[in-house]
């Protein structure tokens, strides 16, 4: 509530004189939540005036504060939040009421107790309050039921038998039904298996006995069914296929006939198993599987082929094929043993028979009994044990071997102890990876080492640029601008050559006799690759005028061996674009005529050209009978009619040109180009066009020279008449001369 406070008074005089004021204090009052206030103020005692007037203070108004609440419980209401006044303490938001919760209960089951573990009584939980009530709603303060432990009885060790199983001491425990070790620890097993019978000599200790029936009578069948038991034969050589291994890596071949299965052991006996896929699986009653490992020809029990396809030929022949590697199996006669190849070529080699089991004459069952064999060692005993398809079995001890002693120690291992060492040395010289030293070996294998000097230095006695010490990788190069041999150049292409090499040979073959392209071979048969070399001037090869190689040459080339990735592919290594001398040629020079020096084919010139001769003044020449008046015609070939007289045929297939002598003609022929008609100061002659030049008055052609436009197209004219015509060519002048015999005519195919 906010007031308005005035003071009204009357000024009043003394004897008319203004009042001297005495200043009295006038109270104020503080300001609360709700209602204003007045600051101090000042008056005169004596007249009562107003000397400073009170001011009004605002109402401060609340500030709140909550009242917290409390949360209510299963059985206890709660309160909400509520606010009031931290000044004053009114109460500015009522608290309000929760009603009680309730319990939320969830009954739990009995648990009865085990022996190891706890279990509890039927009740109620609440998940509120988390307390456990019984079923009547009493709460309770305990529901555990305690773990009733083991109630343990002792079972004594048993011993096995032959049938009968054993056991170890232990306890068990009624309760539980589980077994225990003397300290408590639970048992997983307790039982002995039985021993089975041990027959020697047919009979047990415990006082069985047994007569197997290992075999009936072997006949030839023209199929096999999945646990046949079944011999394996080639019939052309009498021999069976056995387990057994001869030369380390091939299979034994045993002997027998048709009527004759006397020779039959386990390892030629072969279980069927008919897979799948309809492949079949050989395995012997000793367990070892016929095979073919990823490579190689010989059978391999560990090796990952083992299916087999059977390639009926009739009457009881087969073709047996691995279904991975496609190998055929035979008998290798000249080897003398059992091996496949990858084609069976139809030959009796391949040819296969299976022998099976016949029945028993009374009718009663044949036991196929299938060995499982361990092996005695010197110091423990073997077991076989022998099943058959229809479960029957027996086990047969095998007898430790005891020690053979040889040298002093035992194949096992064992060292005689009785044996004294006695050591013979031996020196081991140093390689570039270990020391040099003594070792000492004793007959019965043991050995012992004494160091010696040290590593050797790297050595390439073989100059294939690898140290010759095995497992060393080390390179070495032959010094920089030595004569290397082909051996050693054909192994440098391995690494990057800094430097040059000298090597020598016998040119042996030519394959590109104008650009330079041939092999040389040394006297050890190795060879290399020599392309496009120089001479001492740096003059490529195709531009050498003499001194060009041919075949017998001996030719030493300097440059670097690399791996040679072109043309013959034959050779691995190449020097290219190195200086060549030749070291010894022979000149072997053709006979000079009236018109060409005598030449080698390395381009020396001999004897000059003869010139033509007429001594019986014939006009005609002696040696050659060249018409010794014969003029050089010439004759413009152009389409371009201002310079030449070609005349284009209504058909346009050919152009001819004439002088007084002849006639040249430029066909189409078979091309697919159309003939070359623009005009031009000469005629262009296309692929598959022919050229024709023909006499018109008898006269003989000696030659004719063609010139072209371009360097590259004087090449491509000189491969198309290579093989057509011998010819000379001219660079400098653009010129191509071909040689001919006295003709009339002259054709060109281009």
Not at 343 to 367: C, K, M, P
Not at 417 to 425: A, D, I, K, V
Request: hydrophobic share 30%.
């Amino acid at each position: 509530m906010l007031a308005s406070l005035f003071f009204v008074g009357t000024l009043t005089s003394c004897n008319e004189k203004p009042c001297e004021h005495q200043e009295e204090l006038v109270k104020g009052k503080a300001a609360t939540c709700t209602e204003t206030g007045l600051t101090d103020g000042k008056k005169c005692s004596v007249c009562q005036e107003t000397l400073v007037a009170q001011e009004v203070i605002a109402a401060l108004g609340h500030t709140e504060v909550t009242v917290e609440g409390k949360a209510a419980t299963c059985t206890e209401t709660g309160l909400t939040d509520g606010k009031k006044c931290s000044v004053c303490q009114e109460t500015l938001v009522a608290q309000e009421e929760i009603p009680a919760l309730g319990h939320t209960e969830e009954k739990v089951e009995a648990k009865a107790p085990t022996c190891t573990e706890e279990g509890n009584v039927a009740y109620t939980h609440c998940s509120v309050c988390d307390k456990n009530f019984d079923l009547e709603g009493k709460e309770l303060e305990n529901v555990v039921v305690d773990a009733l432990g083991h109630t343990e009885e002792t079972v004594e060790a048993k011993a096995p038998t032959c049938t009968e199983e054993g056991n170890i001491a232990y306890t068990h425990c009624s309760v539980c039904d589980k077994n225990f070790d003397s300290e408590g620890k639970e048992l997983e097993n307790v039982v002995i298996e039985a021993l089975g019978h041990k027959y020697i000599d047919g009979e047990c200790e415990c006082g069985d006995k047994y007569t197997p029936v290992l075999s009936g009578e072997w006949t030839l069948v023209t199929e096999i069914k999945d646990g046949d038991q079944v011999l394996i034969g080639a019939p052309a050589y009498g021999k069976l296929l056995s387990v057994e291994k001869v030369a380390t890596f091939y299979n034994k071949g045993v002997e027998y006939s048709a009527t004759d299965f006397t020779n039959v052991t386990d390892k030629e006996i072969f279980v069927v198993t008919v897979n799948s896929d309809g492949s079949y699986t050989f395995t012997s009653v000793t367990g070892v599987v016929i095979a073919l490992a990823d490579s190689y020809s010989s059978l391999n029990e560990t090796g990952n082929n083992k299916a087999w396809t059977l390639e009926e030929k009739g009457n009881g022949i087969f073709y047996l094929k691995n279904t991975v590697r496609g190998n055929y199996l035979e008998w290798y006669d000249s080897k003398g043993n059992w091996s496949s190849y990858a084609t069976s070529n139809l030959s009796d080699l391949f040819e296969l028979s299976f022998y099976a089991r016949g029945e028993a004459t009374d009718g009663e069952h044949i036991h196929n009994y299938i060995s499982s064999i361990k092996a005695a060692t010197c110091t423990e005993d073997g077991l076989a044990t022998y099943t058959c398809s229809c479960g029957d079995s027996f086990t047969k001890v095998l007898e430790a071997l005891g020690h053979s002693y040889e040298n002093g120690r035992c194949d096992c291992g064992e060292l005689d102890p009785e044996h004294e060492h006695s050591y013979t040395s031996e020196e081991v010289a140093p390689t570039c990876q270990v020391v040099g030293h003594t070792k000492y070996t004793c007959l019965c294998g043991d050995t012992y080492t004494v160091d010696g000097t040290e590593l050797a230095e790297h050595v390439d006695a073989n100059l294939d640029i690898t140290c010759d010490y095995e497992g060393c990788t080390k390179r070495i190069l032959p010094a920089g601008d030595s004569k290397i041999s082909l051996f050693t150049a054909n192994h440098m292409i391995i690494v990057s050559l800094n430097s040059s090499y000298y090597v020598e040979g016998v040119v042996t073959e030519i394959t590109d006799a104008k650009n330079g392209v041939f092999i040389i071979t040394d006297e050890a048969g190795d060879h290399i690759l020599i392309r496009l070399p120089k001479n001492a001037e740096g003059q490529a090869y195709s531009a050498w005028t003499s001194g060009k190689v041919v075949v017998g040459d001996t030719v030493s080339v300097y440059g670097k061996p690399t791996r040679n990735t072109g043309s013959p592919a034959t050779e691995k290594a190449k020097v290219e674009g190195g200086l060549l001398t030749v070291l010894k040629h022979e000149h072997v020079f053709s006979e000079a005529t009236c018109t060409k020096p005598s030449v080698c084919d390395c381009l020396a010139q001999g004897q000059e050209a003869l010139g033509h001769a007429d001594e019986n003044a014939d006009n005609a020449c002696d040696r050659c009978n060249w018409n010794m008046k014969l003029a050089t015609s010439n004759i413009v070939v152009a389409t371009d009619t201002t310079l030449a007289n070609g005349v284009l045929a209504e058909d346009e297939t050919h152009w001819t040109w004439s002088n007084e002598n002849f006639d040249v003609i430029i066909a189409k022929g078979s091309s697919t180009f159309t003939l070359y008609k623009t005009a031009k100061a000469y005629m262009q002659l296309k692929k598959q066009n022919t050229l024709t030049v023909e006499s018109k008055n008898g006269l003989k052609m000696q030659s004719v020279t063609i010139s072209v436009t371009s360097e590259s197209y004087l090449t491509k004219l000189e491969q198309a008449i290579a093989s057509q015509y011998e010819f000379t060519s001219d660079v400098s002048t653009l010129t191509l001369t071909i040689t001919l015999d006295a003709a009339e005519t002259f054709v060109l195919e281009n």
